[in-house]
């Protein structure tokens, strides 16, 4: 029979071999893992899992330079939100950039 004991900075366990432990320890590793590999995979394809497109992404989908996607964002053209140092689109800021410059490419008027 395993016992546990534990406080926040101290762990004792009795009852189990090392070889049991190794094997606990090792599948929740494997878990924690599985959820941050996954986690990372679905953050890099676009848009991000909350809809959230990166300026390159954005830009792309637009049809636009990155010149011209900054140029539209300090005019007013497209809304985005900063997030820490990064800025993000969403679907409907995109949709509403190329509505208001009615599928036109080019220069800000």
């Given at each position: 029979?395993?016992?546990?004991?534990?406080?926040?900075?101290?762990?004792?366990i009795?009852?189990?071999?090392?070889?049991?432990?190794?094997?606990?320890?090792?599948?929740?590793?494997?878990?924690?893992?599985?959820?941050?590999?996954?986690?990372?995979?679905?953050?890099d394809e676009?848009?991000?899992?909350d809809?959230?497109?990166?300026?390159?992404?954005?830009?792309?989908?637009?049809?636009?330079?990155?010149?011209?996607?900054?140029?539209w964002?300090?005019?007013?053209?497209i809304?985005?939100?900063?997030?820490?140092?990064?800025?993000?689109?969403?679907?409907?800021?995109?949709?509403?950039?190329?509505?208001?410059?009615?599928?036109?490419?080019?220069?800000?008027?």
């Open positions: 029979m395993e016992h546990l004991f534990y406080t926040s900075t101290t762990t004792f009795q009852g189990t071999t090392l070889e049991a432990l190794e094997k606990m320890i090792s599948h929740l590793l494997d878990k924690k893992l599985a959820n941050i590999t996954k986690a990372t995979s679905e953050s676009g848009p991000r899992g809809g959230l497109y990166k300026r390159k992404e954005a830009a792309k989908k637009l049809g636009i330079s990155l010149a011209t996607l900054t140029k964002s300090r005019a007013g053209v809304n985005y939100r900063k997030i820490g140092s990064r800025i993000y689109y969403t679907n409907s800021d995109i949709n509403n950039a190329l509505k208001s410059k009615g599928g036109y490419y080019g220069k800000v008027r």
